[in-house]
């Protein structure tokens, strides 16, 4: 008796629960009567006022030289306000000046992106960063009488396009510079004075100095003169610093000074001693007289 009391419950109780999801069925498919649906009739310029995605480049850097061929591009993507339906970034990609394509990034949720860039040649270059933001201009509005759903709504809009960018200039510089000297020669000279021209295979040199005869190093700014130099063998050499940090070094030039001895002061010289001689002989004779 008892078990069947206890089938009885059991029945009784998965119909209420059937029926009560019977009814949560019926009652959400009545919810869902009212629906929406968006229809697309082409395309269409930004509407006066729509302001582009902006794009913030934070390295490489502006105007920087860099001592390495690889970097990290890193930017932000960021979307204006704006009235436009739906606004998104649909593109991002950037375009590097040393290849000859365009290179595509996948937009992500996350406004910060960062890339790793290798092998870039030695040189000046130019990266552009553009983001292509899509947004919908709504041109009506309809509701449609439907048999499953008599009060739907009909969203009738056009597509529109926008791109921001925003670029930088680099420098890659992985070679140190050439310098060498161009007006002291391996030879002898006769003045005591020389002059040190130096050429410079980079223009972008930070530092310039000589070293005499393997002194202390002398700092420059440009072409200068090596002064009082004595008679004998010398040898200079030439460092260059360029913007990367690199130091070229040029071949160590050895020179001789040889100043002639001034042998007109000297003659002149004699012939004042012996005028001096003579007039004191003559002057010693009239004494004895």
Partial sequence: MEKKTLLTIAFISALLTSSVAGILFVGMGRANMYWHQSVSEGVTSPPDGTVPPTV??????NDTV????????????????????????ARIYYRPS?????????????????????DVPEGTHLVSVHAVQEGRVYTREEVRQHRKAPDSLV???????????????FTIDVTPPKVSILSIQKKTYNTSDTQLDIAVNET??????????????????????????????????????????YVGVS????????????????VASTVSITVIGLGLLVYFKKRKH
């Fill in 251 to 266: 071949e160590t030039v050895f020179f001789n000074i040889e100043v002639p001895f001034p042998t007109a002061i000297i």
């Fill in 66 to 89: 860099y001592s390495l061929n690889n970097f990290s591009l890193n930017f932000n993507i960021s979307i204006a306000q704006s009235y436009a339906g739906f606004p998104n970034i």
């Fill in 56 to 61: 913030a480049i934070f390295s490489p850097k």
């Fill in 204 to 245: 972008s040199v930070s530092k310039l100095s000589y070293v005499l005869d393997g002194q202390e190093n002398v700092t420059i700014v440009e072409n200068t003169t090596l002064s009082g130099l004595s008679n004998g063998v010398h040898n200079v050499t030439v460092y260059a610093w360029d913007a990367a940090g």
């Fill in 98 to 118: 040393w290849q000859s394509s365009n290179v595509e990034v996948k937009p992500k949720k996350a406004n910060n992106y960062s890339i790793n860039i290798t």
């Fill in 155 to 169: 969203h009738y809009y056009k597509t529109f396009k926008i791109t921001g960018s925003s670029r930088i200039k």
